[in-house]
């Protein structure tokens, strides 16, 4: 009998299994988009091979008494056409399945991925070496040769202003293409179970120029941590304001509203550049005011906020593709001083940075890995925690407006670079949020939400043109009616 490698999973995954609903099953989704028809030949040709190199993607999830495992099983996965509706759910209890899926959909290569076996960057990497693979086998001989720093594959960082910064450097492709993903590592363990604290690499070190991509990165920011509001310098708690929550109607079955606004990368970041402040804080206050404009009156709850992952790969060097992120709050009340874009987003910046620290990061997830590992929380069984979980899940998300993420530029390596455009990048909601990712000097902010209305896009889309930004959208059917005329 075959032993299984098995692992419990990282407190970043716990809450995962603990907060999936019907409507929000807690699945992400990386498209590439090529300039031809997918071969779905080729492309399970290129899975299989990727796939042997990422043992952490071999696993299922399995229960225990206590807590939640992965192990490692003897299935393959198999490329399929695209049937199902965005961000459909990947995990199924007590059934043992792979916890992603490939899937093509005319010029498409898309990735689902369940949230707790791997984060945005992890599947980044999956995804970009499977297009690599699947470029080489299709356009043969066209690769040139290019050179890694630590051996993990065909990747070279784009020529950016800013190595490593999320609107202005570059993410490589192709990360895992000589290193194996193994199902073990668990970074938050290893970083923030220690007694004494382990510092993560120095800004501009060789780890980060040429092993890390990020999910958010936070230094280089124009604004320093000393413009920042000075009860955030000293650590004050502000009295606790009504936060504003979108609400709307429900989709029929649950699925995920989704709204895809391509735009040039360069025109918004020079937008954001010219207030000062980082591609992701502007797109917030784009989001806020967004919000604010289609809610027709924020009454008494005239708090906005928004959640933003951080990717600690950037401070703690890590090749798991493991969850390995936490997440830092930003917000804005109207009516309480300036409230034109630039002052909102350079606000927001001015919250962001310090609590985006190596220090900071690494005193909230100490703290919260002491909380996750007290005896009596240890003993308690897993449905008990379960319960807690989606308990401290639901009040988190009573003080939350919306949720942003950005994966920031992503540089792919020949022959894949020439032959992919847009690539695309979203979530599964229980809120109103946005997604957003640049390739081949193109932007992609893609809306997701539970609700049917799209108000709060038609008005980002709408402050964005008013300065000067072109752009393309597309839509997913969620509506009967909508179903119906895409059949017609």
């Not at 950016?160 to 073990?184: F, I, K, S, Y």
């Not at 220690?194 to 936070?218: I, Q």
């Not at 937008?271 to 784009?286: D, F, K, N, P, Q």
């Amino acid at each position: 009998m075959t032993r299984r490698t098995w692992v419990r999973l990282d407190n970043a995954s716990n809450i995962f299994l603990a907060a999936r609903t019907d409507a929000d099953p807690k699945v992400f989704r990386l498209s590439a988009e090529t300039d031809h028809p997918v071969d779905p030949q080729l492309l399970q040709e290129a899975l299989d091979t990727t796939f042997d190199r990422y043992p952490l993607y071999h696993a299922v999830l399995r229960r225990g008494v206590f807590w939640y495992y992965l192990q490692d099983s003897d299935l393959r996965p198999l490329v399929t056409t695209e049937d199902q509706y965005t961000c459909a759910p990947v995990y199924q209890v007590d059934r043992r399945n792979l916890l992603f899926r490939v899937m093509h959909h005319h010029r498409r290569i898309v990735l689902e991925v369940f949230h707790a076996l791997s984060d945005g960057t992890g599947a980044l990497w999956f995804l970009s070496d499977l297009v690599v693979a699947y470029h080489r086998l299709r356009y043969p001989g066209q690769e040139r040769p290019v050179r890694d720093g630590i051996g993990t594959g065909g990747a070279r960082p784009d020529p950016g202003p800013v190595p490593g910064r999320a609107d202005a450097g570059a993410q490589r492709g192709g990360h895992g293409a000589g290193r194996t993903h193994e199902l073990g590592a668990d970074s938050f363990r290893h970083y923030f179970l220690r007694r004494r604290p382990h510092a993560g690499p120095a800004a501009g070190s060789a780890f980060r120029r040429e092993a890390v991509p990020a999910a958010l990165t936070v230094e280089d920011h124009p604004r320093s941590p000393g413009n920042a509001p000075r009860d955030i310098r000293r650590g004050h708690r502000r009295p606790r304001k009504k936060v504003y929550r979108v609400v709307g109607t429900r989709t029929p079955d649950n699925r995920t509203r989704a709204v895809e606004l391509t735009m040039p990368a360069h025109g918004v970041l020079a937008l954001a550049r010219a207030e000062g402040v980082s591609l992701t804080m502007y797109l917030i206050a784009l989001f806020f005011e967004s919000v604010r404009l289609s809610s027709g009156g924020l009454g008494t709850a005239r708090t906005l906020t928004a959640s933003v992952p951080v990717n600690l790969r950037q401070f703690f060097p890590s090749t798991s593709a493991r969850n390995f992120f936490t997440t830092v709050r930003v917000e804005h009340t109207y009516g309480e001083g300036p409230d034109d874009l630039g002052s909102i987003s350079r606000s927001l910046e001015a919250q962001f940075r310090p609590k985006a620290t190596p220090e900071a990061l690494e005193r909230k997830l100490r703290r919260f890995l002491r909380f996750e590992r007290m005896p009596l929380l240890r003993i308690l069984p897993r449905p008990v925690k379960d319960l807690i979980l989606k308990l401290v899940n639901r009040g988190n998300n009573r003080g939350l407006t919306v949720a942003a993420s950005n994966l920031g530029r992503v540089s792919l390596p020949e022959p894949a670079a020439s032959h992919v455009g847009r690539l695309l990048f979203h979530v599964s909601a229980v809120r109103p949020q946005f997604c957003s990712i640049s390739h081949a000097g193109l932007l992609t902010v893609t809306f997701t939400s539970p609700f049917t209305e799209t108000g709060h896009v038609s008005q980002f889309a709408r402050l964005l043109t008013t300065r000067g930004i072109g752009m393309t959208v597309a839509a997913a059917r969620v509506t009967e009616e909508e179903l119906a005329e895409g059949e017609a």
